[in-house]
């Protein structure tokens, strides 16, 4: 069995079994880029290994000494030579990129004799000395888990009592005393000497990067990333090359395009007369690459072809690590580089334009995901590097806002009309607070996860939003934020930012999302390879028309409900539930249609042809209903009634579990007249747009229902009443009526309802928490247990569950497509923007999905990608 390649023996696609650094340093090797010899131990041994007591096995041993020999060889060097010793580096290197995750160990081979070997070879003693004690830190702490700090100390000791301050300063023999002192240190440590031999030192380091695989870091990275745990990691052992080794040579990393905008120009940084780690670690400030081109021309020159070859050949924006000795320029490492998703999208369109890609492989360069950056403001990196935050919540809505303190949502109403920019920050947010979520620039709770109230709405909004914070205590009452040991105020400016979760004192730089350009270039691809639509969810005239600029196709969900909570209207929509008889309740209800049909025809208008579903009136009453005493009996005067009457309305309307309560088309069973009036409502908005000749198809859709006879009694009487405003205004329009499926047994008895319905719409938020018996608004108190534990891999109400979920919206759309072939499909649930959910559903056979507005660009994506 073969568990050893040389890297003239692989190639790039070899990543799983030669980890990402080996396969590409194979890759280099072929197409005759100067990179020092070496080979690579393949992941099958690290998998073996771990089987194996964590033991390297003889043949294995064998095996390497064989390639040892080789290295010899081609070198003309040999391990422990006083003349020309060879000297090595053992490096990790997973299939997936993990950087600085796991062990490095540089220089490996010194011994008292090499060392020797190294001085005469290099003419600079004190270059082979500082080398040997380096390494013998490494191994030490790398190999052999003892702490660098001891050997730090004698460093540090040494220094004082030459009384220089700089390493640098030390002098050849210093450094050879201080070899003595690290032996010691070694010994007294490690209970036995430091190993001269430079195969068993090999040994011991290829054990330590196997080891290195399953340290605390890397387990935490794999978990944060999504990274395989039994992949394992390959072992590279490559000939040293010395960047210290006076002032014609150096070190350096560098990007083929800038990382973060995507321009096409080396970006990067070097060090003259310094080793790999320098830079990275700080030890001096790095000089900009474009220097070289005058430090050293020639080198310049070679690397910047070289990056160009890469590019070239990898077709992909390239992450470089290089290292010149005395002159010459070797190449330590490449891969694709890591981007923001700005430059994502120009190094995409770039290369398209560069004839590099064709524009199915840009779409499929860029993370669906990641998009989310571009589209909102955000802070700029500059903000995020200057400031420490003071608390930290979930990552509810993207983007960043700046703001004072705002307590209610009426205060947040009232200082945004002045001008004022306010973060509404509450404990959690109720359907009341809609006006003052609105005025805010961004909202902040205490409670409530990733799907509550807050979380939901602003993302639908397009508004940046951190939730569930639990290190912040909102004192509402005392008009008080308490964190961080500290009582913030309405006179507090604080800054929050929706993408990590972070949550700022004072006010941070932010900048704006440009949609044109290179993005709006790419999203005309992404349009040209798709082929499921993409509506967004709007409930305004406002959502709609943000929506039609990230390009929505329609609008997939347009929740009335929303419409009812405005200040002029909340009042007559309380009449209207409080009524106790039918004429006060048509009276209010005559009073909100025209309302309702204003909104409907100003959304249609803008929408022109586009298709609109409009949901019926779907939350619990209670929801709507006054808590002040001063509303209350103003009400009560309004309708005639005791104020004790209108007390012990409210009551009977309290529910112990409302979500599995009165709402929904349940609603429309109770009250008729309610769907009535919104039917009539959309109608004739619709019949208004026709006069205007855009030719509106109303999609009216019925919530919540669980059996086919109860939905069609709702939608008997919508139809009726439909009826008669074609009689009154004597002109029939096309409409369809259509159910959301959102209750399990819809979805079980799909093919009766299906053959009363014109389209379903999956209601995937209450169908997660229906199927799973998770309540959404509390469960984000222990889901996080779940995930941590690993009993979910994913939040349930992020990403679709397409086992248990995705069964039952598969049975639905098998059984509901049985009995009526035109059955339109759509989601208009929050996973709808969800790109692994998106690809899961085109799969599905899905038409459209619906998402928030700011999710329309990911959504699309996501369903090109699939398409592609
Ligand atoms: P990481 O994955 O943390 O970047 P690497 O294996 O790439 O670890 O190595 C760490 C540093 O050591 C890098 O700067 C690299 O360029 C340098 N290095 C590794 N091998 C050699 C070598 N054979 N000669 C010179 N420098 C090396
Ligand atoms: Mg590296
Ligand atoms: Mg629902």
Redesign the pocket.
Same mark, same amino acid.
């Given at each position: 069995e073969k568990y050893v390649y040389n890297f003239n023996e692989g190639d790039k696609s070899m990543r799983s079994l030669l980890g990402g650094?080996g396969a590409n340093l194979a890759e280099m090797t072929n197409m005759g880029i100067n990179v020092?010899y070496?080979f690579t131990v393949s992941t099958e041994a690290c998998a073996r290994f771990y089987k194996e007591d964590k033991k390297i096995w003889d043949s294995l041993k064998d095996e390497i000494t064989r390639h040892i020999k080789d290295l010899e060889e081609h070198n003309k060097k040999t391990f422990g030579s006083t003349e020309d010793p060879l000297l090595?580096?053992v490096? +990790?290197?997973a299939p997936v990129s993990m950087?600085?995750m796991?062990d @490095?160990i540089?220089n490996l081979g010194l011994n008292d004799d090499a060392v020797i070997g190294l001085s005469k070879k290099t003419n600079n003693e004190r270059f082979a000395y500082d080398s040997y004690r380096r390494f013998i830190q490494m191994f030490a702490d790398v190999a052999m888990g003892i702490d660098k700090n001891n050997f730090e100390k004698v460093l540090t000791a040494k220094k004082r009592a030459n009384g220089v301050k700089e390493d640098t300063d030390l002098t050849a023999e210093d450094l050879k005393e201080v070899v003595e002192e690290y032996k010691l240190v070694y010994k007294t440590l490690k209970g036995e000497d430091f190993p001269q031999d430079p195969r068993e030192q090999l040994d011991a380091s290829i054990t330590a990067v196997f080891a290195s695989w399953n340290n605390e870091r890397a387990i935490l990275y794999r978990k944060l990333n999504d990274i395989d745990d039994s992949m394992g990691t390959a072992v590279?052992v490559? +000939?040293?090359?010395?960047?210290n080794m006076g002032d014609n040579s150096g @070190?350096g990393?560098a990007f083929s395009r800038n990382p973060a905008t995507g321009e096409n120009k080396l970006f990067g940084e070097y060090l003259i007369n310094a080793?790999?780690?320098d830079?990275?670690a700080g030890v001096r400030t790095p000089k900009e690459i474009a220097t070289l081109k005058e430090a050293m021309p020639d080198v310049y020159q070679e690397f910047y072809d070289t990056s160009e070859k890469l590019e070239q050949h990898y077709k992909d924006m390239q992450d470089m690590?290089?290292?010149i000795q005395d002159g010459k320029l070797?190449l330590?490492?490449t891969r694709n580089g890591k981007r923001t998703a700005q430059a994502a999208v120009k190094v995409a369109v770039d290369m398209v334009h560069e004839g590099l890609l064709d524009e199915k492989e840009a779409i499929l360069r860029v993370n669906p995901k990641d998009l989310d950056g571009i589209l909102h403001p955000t802070l700029s990196q500059k903000a995020i590097d200057e400031n420490t935050p003071i608390a930290k919540g979930l990552a509810a809505s993207p983007g960043a806002a700046v703001g004072y303190i705002a307590f209610t949502a009426k205060e947040a109403k009232e200082r945004a009309a002045k001008g004022v920019d306010v973060i509404l920050v509450r404990e959690e947010t109720s359907p009341e607070d809609l006006e003052g979520m609105v005025s805010a620039t961004g909202i902040l709770t205490a409670r409530g996860g990733m799907t509550s109230h807050a979380a939901v709405v602003a993302r639908g909004m397009g508004k940046c939003c951190v939730s569930g914070a639990h290190d912040i205590e909102v004192i509402e009452d005392e008009r008080v934020v308490l964190v961080d040991g500290k009582e913030l105020t309405d006179e507090n400016i604080i800054s929050i930012d929706g993408s990590t979760g972070n949550i700022y004192l004072g006010e941070l730089e932010t900048q704006n999302p440009k949609l044109e350009g290179d993005f709006g270039e790419f999203m005309g691809w992404v349009d040209k390879y798709r082929d499921m639509k993409v509506r967004t969810n709007a409930d305004t005239p406002n959502d709609a028309k943000q929506a039609l600029e990230f390009g929505a196709e329609g609008i997939g969900l347009c929740r009335t409900e929303h419409m009812f909570f405005k200040a002029d209207r909340i009042f007559q929509v309380r009449k209207m539930i409080l009524a106790h008889n039918k004429e006060t309740r048509k009276e209010a209800l005559d009073k909100i249609l025209p309302m309702q049909e204003d909104d409907f025809y100003k959304i249609y208008s803008l929408m022109g042809e586009r298709p609109v579903t409009v949901r019926l009136l779907d939350p619990p009453l209670h929801e709507f209903l006054p808590r002040g005493q001063e509303e209350i009996r103003t009400l009560a005067e309004d309708l005639n009634m005791e104020i004790a009457q209108v007390k012990k309305r409210i009551l009977d309307l309290e529910e112990v579990n409302p979500m599995l309560g009165f709402r929904g088309l349940r609603l429309g069973v109770r009250y008729p007249e309610i769907s009535r009036m919104q039917a009539r409502a959309i109608i004739q908005a619709a019949l208004h747009c026709h006069e205007d000749g855009i030719k509106v198809i109303p999609e009216i859709m019925i919530p919540l229902s669980s059996d086919a006879k109860e939905l069609s009694y709702v939608k008997e009487e919508v139809k009726d009443e439909i009826e008669k405003v074609f009689e009154e205004k004597g002109k029939k329009i096309d409409y369809l009526l259509g159910t959301m499926i959102e209750i399990p047994r819809a979805a079980i008895t799909a093919d009766e309802i299906g053959e009363i319905t014109d389209f379903f719409s999956f209601g995937t938020n209450d169908l997660t928490q229906m199927t799973f018996g998770l309540s959404r608004d509390d469960a984000g108190k222990f889901l996080d247990l779940y995930l941590d534990k690993d009993i979910f891999a994913k939040d349930p109400f992020q990403v679709l569950d397409q086992k248990g979920v995705g069964f039952l919206v598969e049975t639905a759309v098998e059984k509901g497509k049985k009995a009526n072939p035109n059955l339109h499909l759509g989601i208009c649930g929050e996973h709808g923007g969800e790109p692994t959910t998106v690809k899961y559903l085109y799969g599905v056979g899905l038409d459209y999905v619906s998402c928030s507005p700011f999710r329309v660009p990911i959504a699309k994506l996501a369903a090109a990608q699939a398409a592609i």
């Open positions: 650094k020092p070496g090595v580096s490096r +990790s290197g950087p600085g796991m @490095t540089l590279n490559q +000939s040293m090359v010395f960047g @070190t990393v080793q790999g780690e830079v990275v690590e290089f290292t070797y330590l490492q």
